[in-house]
């Protein structure tokens, strides 16, 4: 199922998907345990984290049975300003760490030059690590036990930013980390730098109950329009990031061309 909704503004727009995310959260734990969500980075994803951290529901998640991965990296030495990691740290990551119970050991993020030499080394490495935790998938969805093709844990849910050249994660449009098998990729000469990242694949994306596509602005909107026409992933990388239970596209309202201006 796929559902567009529509904000009328970014700030509006960051502060509904924090809202949305947290219930979400809250939702899934009412059920099962642990939670797996996958971060991204960008300005929306980012604003995004900032409003979960100033949320009043911060204390009523379980932060001990959450754990969160990242869809892509740029590749860059831990604590570079630009790595997706640390803007997600000081957003909202080291507060949850400090003051909330979130265990610094389920924050998983993507490696990068100070632990590995090249990004198919931080791939593989992080290959490894959600296959450790494929194993998460719970028994209240016995079908996903038989899936069994994608070795990393039931994500439920998956954000991801859109670049305005319709890039999802690293996979960019013309690329060919498009055609990556496996659940995570290394990428050269990204069109965007830096050139060298890390990558969740389509296959890993897919596999999420739910893939969260959050854009803002008019330069996105070109893009957002032939996604939801269900374009070329070749062309729009983003039409090919679907959630198995649900694709939601959370837009301002400059990014939509479905709603007036
Ligand atoms: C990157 C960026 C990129 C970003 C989108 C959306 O990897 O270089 O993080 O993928 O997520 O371009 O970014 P904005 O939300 O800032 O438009």
């Known amino acids: 199922m796929r559902l567009v909704v529509v904000h009328p503004d970014k700030e509006v727009l960051a502060q509904a998907a924090a809202a949305r995310l947290l219930t979400r959260v809250l939702d899934v734990q009412s059920v099962r345990s642990p939670v797996h969500v996958v971060l991204t980075g960008g300005s929306v994803g980012i604003a995004t984290l900032a409003a979960v951290a100033a949320s009043p529901l ?31 740290r000081e957003a909202l990551l080291d507060g949850l760490v400090a003051e909330h119970g979130l265990p610094a050991a389920n924050v998983h993020p993507m490696p990068g030059p100070t632990s590995v030499a090249t990004p198919e080394e931080g791939a593989a490495a992080y290959a490894e690590l959600l296959r450790e935790h494929a194993g998460d998938r719970p028994d209240d969805h016995p079908d996903e036990q038989s899936e069994g093709t994608v070795a990393v844990p039931a994500f439920d849910v998956l954000l991801l930013g859109m670049g305005p050249d319709g890039h999802v994660a690293s996979l960019f449009p013309g690329h060919e980390v498009l055609a990556a098998q496996g659940t995570t990729t290394g990428v050269h000469a990204s069109p965007k730098p830096p050139p060298e990242r890390v990558s969740l694949t389509f296959d890993a994306i897919r596999s999420a109950r739910e893939v969260w596509i959050i854009a803002a602005g008019a330069e996105k909107a ?38 007036p201006k």
């Open 58 to 88: 911060v204390p009523a998640v379980d932060w001990s049975g959450v754990h969160l991965w990242w869809g892509d990296e740029r590749f860059l030495p831990d604590g570079d300003p630009d790595r997706n990691e640390t803007q997600a």
């Open 222 to 259: 070109e893009q957002v329009a032939a996604a939801l026409a269900d374009g070329p992933v070749s062309e729009v990388p983003a039409a090919g990031a679907v959630g198995q239970a649900r694709t939601l596209w959370l837009l301002d309202a400059a990014a939509s061309t479905t709603t």
